[in-house]
């Protein structure tokens, strides 16, 4: 009877230790990796640095959202805008030199090379359009280039 009453003790023991690590233990946090856009480029990384203003869209061959991106940002491409395709597979030494590590990414720098607008992942036309005319003329869009609606 005695080892019985030992041994209840012990399970007993046990399972309040084990009740109180689970309180115990936190649970770990889920990954958070967060993607990151360029603040600044240097201009003669790229085509056209002379241009007022670069739109460089850092996309990969093997990306499904990458084609439109590209397609929307080419429409803005002027004498002062110079819009630069920047494949990974072509040019993975920038993809390296920025950090990109998502795309497509999309970053709008000005004649220093300042990014005054960045992108990560898909957009509409009208807010890349928007930013990049923000930029070249602040003030030009409602809400200073929130794009948001009006009241």
């Known amino acids: 009877m005695e080892r019985l009453l030992v041994a209840v003790a012990i399970v007993a023991v046990v399972a309040i230790v084990a009740v109180v690590a689970r309180r115990r233990r936190v649970p770990d946090a889920p990954t958070q990796h967060r993607y990151r856009t360029p603040t600044q480029l240097d201009r003669a990384d790229f085509e056209r640095p002379d241009a007022p203003w670069l739109v460089a869209v850092f996309t990969s061959a093997t990306c499904s959202v990458c084609q ?12 002062d805008v110079a819009v630069q395709d920047v494949e990974y597979g072509a040019d993975r030494a920038l993809h390296e030199r920025y950090s990109i590590d998502a795309v497509p990414t999309v970053v709008v720098a000005d004649d220093r ?9 898909p957009m509409t036309a009208t807010d890349l359009w928007a930013a990049v005319a923000e930029a070249r003329e602040p003030g030009s869009t409602p809400g200073g280039g929130s794009c948001r609606r009006p009241d």
């Not at 439109?68 to 004498?79: G, N």
Request: aromatic share 4%.
């Open 113 to 121: 090379g300042v990014a005054v607008a960045t992108f990560l992942g």
């Open 68 to 79: 439109s991106v590209l397609s929307k940002a080419e429409v803005l491409a002027s004498d």
